[in-house]
């Protein structure tokens, strides 16, 4: 019986290191992520194996220590002779020391391994540009179902072996081959679906679910090290196997779980409870049970309800299925899952993304935005400005020429609506993004084209509806299958950084054409009176040309006419010129006119001004 432990332990590393070569060739022939993580699983079994082989060899070499002892022993008749210290025998010794020592070694060794192991996949999986190789799955998928059949047989029987001799050192290598063949089971089903089933990221799916079961044992292997130290020893009972994982004969074998159970209900009720019919009844019928209960949950795939505003695709192995590419809401039946699969849009709701600034939670609450406050992470962008290439000129201390451009921090939400599900799912990967990236390109043309000044006042307007036009524009041309509804301009300012500057430029700038309009009101005001100035005086002038002219005329005239009279009545005539010129002299003059014909009299005249006495004769009324 003991050369079977040896013979099977012997089997059991050979066929693990088999094993686990075949799978790094077939990984490396068909380039699968997948296929270096069972690979590492299966190495890592295969160390557990041929460790256990050797310690199978050292309890073989002590058990036939001791029965060689024994026989000595009879053979002389007496004990006491040949009875000596631990020295005597050599191959327990060497068990214990393997036990105490390289044990633990060889299970920290492990547990480094399969974290190297996690560590290198996830930069392969970084670095990886390929995918599978789609020529050689068919070979790979058929080779992985091959080793599948070889390592179960094997591991079913190893399995057995250990459960029937109770021998605790044939359990991990046991284990680790079932494990494999689950593995290699797993690989082909995730070779074939990623290949001719349209589910191409199969094989990542598998080695992350792998990694994450290596990183379980490692874990579990951590723990073991470390209770290890405060299990008690008691003598005579074997030490427990630090590299045997639990979880690896979990997986390998399920139906374990059951005994487990059993064991646990005896302990629990203090009767055999595993003996009973309905324990017997649930161990026979619980897969068939669970089968069914996936087979139901299979079925329940096959309906599909499409919610109201919603449009889903309806797929076949990853192609659409002719004539019923695109779902309505209602309910619908397909073939269940893996075969059809359904992926749902909401194509009535208006999407929105923003460009130019991401989205900050901690200043989401503020209603008050100023450009000397932070409230979101800005992408500034550049800006054309006509009066900084009016203005080029060169700096004097660098030397170089400023550019005619500024920088502007810019929010522009873009609202859109899927108007064609199958174009926007199928004709380019990530058209969520891609729209952003169109919309960002259109915004980014647009800016380096329009005056900083414009686009911060008046230019809003316009230039809102020709980014939605630009933006319409792009999204057709890679056919996106999406209608942009609104794009709006807001939070337009300078960089937080240089606001407050910027205020001050500003402020100089208004403090400019105010002056500006200032010094042309006072143009327009003197101007105006100037000219009404001059146009008084060039009419004055014309009047007094004019009356120059008439009173000139009049002269001549009354020149004219006096001849006549003068000579007709020469005394008359200057009587009554001189009484006229006397009347113009004295126009202004106070006159007395004295007619009286006493010329010896001396009449005095008090020719001062004086009020008349009527007029201060008023009757005072006297106070009360």
Known sequence: MERNHQKTGLINWLILLVASVVTVIIARYVNSAAGWMGAAILGIGFLAALVSYFQVRLEEGERLEKLEFNEVTKSKGGESLFVQGEESFPAQRSRIQFERFFVPGFAILLMLLEAAAIFGEWKFLEKRTTSLVEQRTLVAASLFALQFLVLFIFGKYASGFARATNDRLLRPAAGYLLLGAYTSLALAAAIALSAWAGYPQMDLFLSRVLAGILGLIAIETLLGLLLEIYRPRVKGKPARVLYESRLVGLLGEPEGIFKTAAHALDYQFGFKVSETWFYRFLEKTAVWLVLLQLLVLLLSTSFVFVETGDEALLERFGKPVAGREVLGPGLHVKLPFPVDQVHRYNTEKIQTFTIGIVPDEKHKAERTVLWSVSHEKEENMLVASHEAVSNVGTNNTTGKKSPPVNLLSVSIPVQFQ??????????????????????????????????????????????AVDLKERIQTAADQRDLGALIVFVGLQDIHPPVAVAEDYQKVVGTRQAKEAAILNAQAFEFQTNALARAEAFKRVRSAEADKQSREVNALANAALFTNQLPAYAAAPTVYAQRKYLETFARASKNARKYVIATTNTQDVIQFDLQDKIRTDLLDVAVPPTK
Do not use: C, F, H, K
Not at 439 to 461: F, K, N, P
């Open 418 to 463: 899927v108007t064609n599900l199958t174009a926007w799912a199928y004709n380019n990967e990530a058209p969520d993004e891609l729209l952003e990236r169109l919309a960002t390109r259109e915004v980014v043309r647009y800016l380096v084209s329009v005056d900083l000044l414009e686009i911060m006042s008046q230019g809003r307007a316009p230039a």
